[in-house]
């Protein structure tokens, strides 16, 4: 098999890197960062959100895997400490893949008609501006649904429901809905404007489209990354038909990742 280590380069991290590393391929694994079938994030969910990046042109070939270095994160179910004994299961033992949904963002362009950007998010994409408020004709389904007018919107994955959602007061969606949900940040809501006030759950093939009313200048985050737009003439987002395949050696409900997480940590058996 072949695999691929992304380390969050910090001292800690790469040691357990080159550790995992050699353990592997004493087992006769190959060190591939091409095309490799497995990769292995070692640090945090930010590394795990960077592995997913950079291996997010090859999701059909590659299944990923976590292992923490710091607080127990949402995408890392790894200790440091329990490296040999995930070394001998990924050497020894077929993999179970778990799969879960992306999202699909296409931002198309004004200044240019042929031009248009498709990209991926583990987690959401997030749509501020620089100075002031957003302000959007928001499309459900072809259809006008609101104008939507504050700080910026949040359209998530069920996993990335976790992260930037839930601080935003969003619902925790379990990824076997495949779904993509939006949240409001700061929504402005007076006579002139109104908004829902609560965030949106949409089903597989509903698309969501934002279309800029004023500004056309956006800072858009796709997970950890954050770029500026110009030009913008529309936001599509749904759920993309790719999946994120997930390794798993144990059993790791995702309500106990979400107890663990967020209310109390509950020891697991050997
Ligand atoms: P970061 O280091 O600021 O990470 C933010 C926190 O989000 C970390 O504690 C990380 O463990 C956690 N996190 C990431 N994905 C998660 C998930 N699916 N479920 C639960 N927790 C999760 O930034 P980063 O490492 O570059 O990660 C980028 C992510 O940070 C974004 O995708 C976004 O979801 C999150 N974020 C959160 C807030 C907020 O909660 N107010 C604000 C901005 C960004």
Redesign the pocket.
Known sequence: MKFAIVSRGDERSDKIKAKMKQYLIDFDLLYDTETPELVISVG??????EAFRRYVDKLDTTAFLGVHTGHL???TDWTSDEIEKLVIEIAKTPFHVVEYPLLEVIIRFSNDEKKSLRSLA???T?IKTVEGSVVFDVQIRGEHFETFRGDGLCI?TP??????????GGGIIHPSLESIQITEIASINNRVFRTIGSPLILPKHHTCLLRPLRKDSFII?F??ITRSFTNVKSIQCRVAKERVRFVRYRPFPFWNRVRD?FVTEVKRDE
């Open positions: 945090g969910d930010g590394t795990f959100l994160g949402f995408y583990l987690n959401e997030t998530s996993s990335g429901s976790t992260a930037y959602n839930k601080a935003l985050a997970d950890h997480s």
